[in-house]
């Protein structure tokens, strides 16, 4: 009787696509040399393990909560002591600023939130999500779509051209007829598009960036 054959033929494991946040992407586009391989080698393996956490979230929650219920800020002044002691140094750094913008935003009886959607789309070869924390809807009719940043960092202004031309690019799906903005939560700044910069040349930079990041990311190893 004949011993059954083994087969020796290696078993492949399934390639994960090239995907980033635009949180992810813009993370990307602001870094130079080996670092860029090592920041994609770390987004391809949380997306092979599916892990993630956001530490943001109630305080995101707390600050819609006070521009839908005109509160002025109760909800942001209260949310530090909701969360776990571990995150508290974040969001005391983070609210006071949250605060400062929350102001910024004129008479609460004058702006109310908008429903945003998220867009999936391709930069060059790259999937990119792009996801906008909330919408903004003004009583003269004027909106915002508003994309937080809660680095200790203020952003670079590679970050804020990049996520500023994410959003326009998809406003007609994230929210028609609206501004993209980007708010520096610590600092309660908002920066909004640079009128004199041509959105073709930040399309051709951005579909570079995109090429190579799909490159690293095909190289890497998990």
Do not use: C
Request: charged content about 20%.
């Amino acid at each position: 009787m004949t011993a059954p054959v083994l087969s020796t033929v290696p078993v492949s494991t399934p390639t994960i696509p090239p995907y980033a946040t635009m949180l992810g992407f813009t993370r990307y586009v602001t870094r130079t040399g080996p670092a860029k391989a090592t920041f994609v080698g770390g987004l391809r393996k949380a997306r092979e393990r599916r892990s993630g956490f956001n530490p943001h979230g109630q305080l995101v929650k707390a600050l819609k909560a006070d521009i839908a219920f005109r509160t002025g800020g109760s909800y942001l002044s209260g949310v530090t002591d909701l969360v776990k002691d571990r995150w508290k140094p974040l969001y005391e750094a983070v609210s006071t600023g949250a605060l400062a913008y929350l102001a910024s935003l004129g008479d609460p009886e004058q702006v109310g939130l908008a429903q945003t959607r998220d867009a999936l789309t391709l930069v060059g070869p790259l999937a990119v999500k792009i996801n906008p924390h909330f919408g903004l809807r003004y009583e003269d009719g004027t909106r915002q779509a508003v994309r937080l940043h809660f680095d200790e960092a203020p952003p670079t202004p590679e970050a804020v051209t990049a996520a500023l031309h994410l959003m326009a690019r998809h406003m007609d799906q994230i929210l028609p007829n609206a501004e993209p903005v980007l708010v520096d939560l610590r600092r309660g700044v908002t920066h909004r598009i640079d009128p004199g910069v041509k959105p073709a040349d930040i399309e051709t930079w951005l579909a570079g960036e995109a090429a190579a990041f799909t490159a690293m990311w095909s190289t890497t190893v998990a």
